[in-house]
């Protein structure tokens, strides 16, 4: 019997859920909006499961009966489940949740958030609870509060915050004069920290576009900086190694399901592999007939460019391919308020960064790279003292062209992927390269993050289509002043 | 003699190219049927799906002993989304391949590039994709929506109490005709609901930009100031780009719901759409929409492109271009069938108050004037599988008003198709 009692008590809870979950299946929209604020207000640890399987459009794990849900809905769920996770005993949930309301919170939801303030025992809960309270305490009608609330809401810098403080403050709003001062200064430390966050996106954002050009570029870099081919189908080489990206990403799909979450790490020799070899064989069939030939070059390199994007269209279709972002690439890391580094842009930078590095120490700083050099600077003689000028050719236009297909593994988790995807590219890579200073890698460097910073600052207050046309403009303007380019080469070069 | 074998070469390769861009079937007695989309370029993404709907629809009409006792014969080109080649290759199906009809065009840049050109010749175009009105030749039916059939009713969604009352706007577009008419219409219909100036932001890339942080930054600042939605009229694969950043930057729909006027089921082919679940799109079809007639289209779609060996076919989705494609070769055909002749003046007599049952499950009337389609409006939600639910949608297909009442001296306009507006 007492078991039997024991059991029906726990039954209970979950049959109220049951039924709850019933019940908002069959409401209309405007009766589940209603029901989920009145949730909201008065949370039920029980419920919890409920929310969080409305989260996922069902009400209940097993149950294969999807709920219909529309944004307005999903923002409801949102703020009610942030409700009941502050019962939560895990203190990392209880902070995800009061972060939540702040966002939030309707007044409703107020007497229940003051009693958890005072239970709160985590500071950052605690504070995190104190200004989702502030939010809703600027309605209050005490002006003591009030006034805590405002300077509360002064120490953060959510953008937020300045939209409640300016309301507060339009005429008529707030009638207390003290209140009226703190929220003026409350506003302009918000303003402040606000425009901290708006300069470092826009500094990272032109550091992000940067390192995507300096990826495209760097493999011009060698095969039209240091070996005076002026290549056109560099671009196609970029999307070789995007495509490469592509083909291993669907071949560990197939053979190898465990390894996909790190395909574009497998991706980058492959890529490299197959644009080298590609740029090898067309240096060995086609271009070192042509060298000292340079509009012939131009005409050859540009028709290669054409047969390859057309032998990509016969192999692959003309449509893009989808590759897609592995979870440790997606998302980012919130560092302020309004401020959010995306990983994939992060990892860019620094992947751009290290195969400059790679690039420098193997031209400086090994054999291939002193033979190299040594070819560029003066053919005749390096062949006299035993250089293997054609070996030397082959080897360093593959590696140019092996390096603009790790830039193609790049800008595959970035853009699109797609037959074309070098036309868009090549432009901006001989601009980078031309601007730079032919035969310079440091060159390379400097203007890619130039440009990239200075298209960032442009962009918010001219547009994006006025932007690009005036840094072409001022690119244009900067080559009749300078032909050579920001770094020219010093010495006694050929030409 | 260097000179003299360039040329040769050169109009060599030329041959070459022409042969390789158009080909066609051998057979007597056809109807020859151009088909105008592009299939390399930016626009590939779209378009080309719509080239392979076209000739699936013609395979159809075929297999049932074609047209009047004819055999309808597809001609297919290329512009490579090439403003100035679509006008050069109309002309070409025009005059050349003399085809009685041409299914074409996707950005109204391509359209109003091949108007004087089948204005001057009297060809037919049938064109089927949303657009922003402001045109209404005698030449062209349009099988797409107009303004008033997709931009606005999805803008009262968005004001609703279920589309999230949004109270600001941020209108995204590429930079050209469609996005900026219909952000005009759009602007002028916002004040008359009573938004003011500073609520409304409209910003334009140019095509196939794919750096989308500066945006996505400026969406989030900007919807700090109250409920925002985004209305893009961002066209061909720049919608890739934008869409990966706004999730990366965790700008979620619940905050801000993106409305789309030119993303369907074939451009999230290419995206990973779990970020992006509550993002909407206006259109008046969806492949998602349950009724028999859809269904044996989506069938007939899959087969079609598995047999063919499409590229992704075993993944092939269809969208309300391909549905618009579809009705309009059906429409044109029963119009010929009527008129008993592919003359363009009888053919577009008749197709004056055609009706044809289509996969969006109502029966699509060809207005008796104004030569547009009797359209029903549908909002749709992307889901995780790259499908939309449909959130809304009107009771009735809507009469299209190509003269936007939004634009100031419309209400002087005809109500008929007129040569040169």
Redesign the interface.
């Known amino acids: 019997m007492l078991r039997l009692l024991l059991t029906l008590l726990l039954l209970m809870p979950l049959a109220t859920q049951a039924s709850e979950g019933e019940f908002f299946l069959t409401a209309k929209?405007?009766e589940q909006a209603q029901l989920l604020e009145s949730w909201a207000a008065q949370p039920d640890s029980a419920r919890l499961p409920l929310l969080e399987n409305l989260r996922q459009g069902r009400i209940a794990a097993e149950d294969t009966r999807k709920v219909?849900l529309?944004?307005?809905l999903?923002?409801l769920i949102?703020n009610a489940l942030a409700s009941h996770q502050l019962l939560s005993h895990n203190s990392a949930i209880r902070l995800a949740a009061a972060q939540q309301l702040q966002?939030s919170a309707q007044p409703a939801q107020m007497a229940f958030l003051d009693r958890r303030f005072a239970l709160e025992v985590d500071p950052a809960v605690h504070a995190a609870l104190g200004l989702a309270l502030a939010n809703l305490q600027l309605g209050a009608s005490e002006p003591a509060v009030r006034l805590a609330a405002v300077r509360l809401l002064g120490e953060t810098g959510d953008?937020?915050a300045?939209?409640r403080l300016e309301a507060l403050l339009q005429p008529n709003a707030e009638t207390d004069p003290g209140v009226r001062t703190a929220a003026e200064t409350s506003l302009a430390q918000v303003q402040r920290k606000l425009l901290a966050g708006?300069l470092l996106?826009?500094a990272f954002?032109g550091l992000?576009?940067g390192s995507?050009l300096l990826l495209a570029a760097l493999g011009l870099a060698i095969t039209f900086g240091l070996l005076g081919v002026i290549n056109m189908a560099h671009g196609e080489m970029l999307m070789l190694g995007a495509y490469s990206t592509y083909m291993v990403q669907v071949l560990l799909q197939r053979y190898a399901p465990g390894a996909i979450e790190f395909y574009p790490l497998i991706a980058l020799p492959v890529a490299f592999a197959i644009s080298a070899g590609v740029g090898m064989a067309l240096e060995r069939t086609v271009i070192r007939h042509l060298y000292g030939r340079p509009l012939e070059t131009l005409l050859a390199t540009w028709g290669i460019s054409l047969i390859l994007i057309q032998a990509i269209?016969l192999l692959?279709?003309?449509?893009?391919?989808?590759v897609?972002?592995p979870a440790w690439l997606?998302?980012?890391i919130?560092l302020l308020p309004?401020l959010?580094l995306?990983?994939?842009?992060l990892v860019i930078i620094g992947f751009a960064l290290a195969v400059v590095l790679l690039t420098w120490l193997l031209l400086n700083r090994t054999r291939l790279g002193l033979n190299v050099r040594a070819v560029t600077q003066n053919r005749n003689m390096a062949a006299c003292c035993g250089v293997s000028t054609g070996r030397v050719d082959m080897l360093a236009f593959g590696l140019g062209s092996g390096i603009a297909g790790l830039g193609g593994v790049a800008l595959s988790q970035?853009?699109?992927v797609?037959?074309?995807l070098g036309q868009?590219y090549i432009i901006d890579s001989f601009l980078v390269v031309v601007l730079g200073g032919v035969g310079q890698l440091a060159g390379s460097l400097w203007a890619a993050f130039g440009l990239g910073i200075a298209n960032?600052l442009l962009?918010?207050q001219i547009?994006?289509?006025l932007g690009?046309i005036l840094i072409l403009a001022l690119i244009i303007l900067f080559i009749q002043k300078r032909p050579q380019g920001l770094f020219a080469l010093k010495g006694r070069v050929i030409d | 003699m260097k000179r003299r074998s360039l040329i040769k070469a050169f109009t060599l390769s030329a041959s070459i190219a022409a042969m390789g861009l158009s080909w066609s079937i051998q057979a007597a007695e056809t109807i020859k049927v151009g088909i105008l989309h592009s299939?390399?370029?930016?626009m590939?993404?779209s378009e080309?799906s719509l080239k392979d709907m076209a000739l699936m629809t013609i395979e159809q009409i075929n297999a049932k002993g074609g047209v009047n006792g004819k055999l309808l014969e597809p001609v297919v080109v290329d512009p490579a989304s090439n403003w100035p080649l679509f006008a050069e290759k109309s002309r070409q199906l025009l005059t050349q391949d003399k085809v009685a009809v041409v299914f074409g065009c996707w950005t109204s840049v391509s359209r109003k590039s091949v108007l004087p050109v089948f204005e001057e010749l009297n060809g037919l175009l049938f064109y089927p994709v949303q657009y922003e009105g402001e045109e209404m030749s005698p030449n062209v039916f349009y099988t797409g929506a107009a303004p008033n059939q997709q931009a606005i009713p999805a803008v009262e969604y968005l004001m609703s109490?279920?589309?999230?009352?949004a109270k600001r706007f941020f209108l995204l577009g590429t930079?050209y005709v469609y996005p900026r008419t219909t952000n005009k219409i759009l602007r002028a219909f916002l004040h008359s609901k009573g938004v003011a100036d500073k609520d409304i932001e409209e910003?334009?890339?140019?095509f196939?930009?794919?750096?989308y942080?500066?945006?996505v930054?400026?969406i989030?600042?900007f919807s700090?100031?109250?409920k925002t939605a985004v209305i893009s009229t961002v066209n061909g694969?720049s919608n890739?780009?934008f869409y990966?950043?706004l999730?990366?930057?965790?700008l979620k729909?619940?905050?801000v719901?993106v409305v789309a006027f030119s993303v369907g089921e074939e451009e999230l082919?290419?995206?990973?759409t779990k970020?992006l679940v509550?993002h909407l799109a206006a259109w008046n079809y969806f492949e998602s929409v349950d009724n028999p007639v859809n269904q044996k289209f989506v069938a007939d779609w899959k087969a079609y492109a598995k047999a063919k060996g499409?590229?992704?076919a075993d993944k092939a989705v269809t969208n309300d271009p391909m549905e618009a494609t579809y009705v309009g070769i059906h429409m044109w055909a029963q119009a010929v069938e009527k008129a008993k002749s592919t003359d363009v003046d009888k053919v577009r007599e008749a197709l004056a108050g055609q009706s044809f049952k289509a996969p969006s499950g109502f029966t699509l009337t060809m207005d008796k004037t104004n030569h547009h389609l009797h359209k029903p409006v549908m909002i749709g939600?992307i889901q995780d599988d790259g499908q939309f639910?449909v959130?809304w949608e009107t009771e009735q297909p809507l009469r299209a008003q190509p003269w936007s009442p939004f634009i100031p001296g419309n209400d002087k306009r005809p109500d008929y198709a007129v040569k040169g507006n």
Do not use: M
């Open positions: 929209p405007a219909r529309n944004n307005r999903r923002g949102d966002k953008p937020l300045r939209t708006e996106g826009q954002s992000s576009l995507i269209r692959f279709g003309a449509q893009n391919v989808e897609s972002n997606s998302g980012g919130q309004n959010v995306p990983y994939n842009r970035v853009g699109n797609g037959p074309d868009s960032k962009e918010p547009g994006a289509v690009k | 299939l390399s370029g930016t590939a993404i080309t109490e279920d589309g999230g009352s930079d910003v334009y890339t140019p196939g930009h794919s750096d942080q500066t945006i930054a400026n989030k600042k700090a100031g109250g694969d890739v780009p990966k950043e999730a990366n930057q965790g729909a619940t905050d719901p082919r290419g995206i990973d970020p509550g499409l590229p992704g939600e639910s959130v």
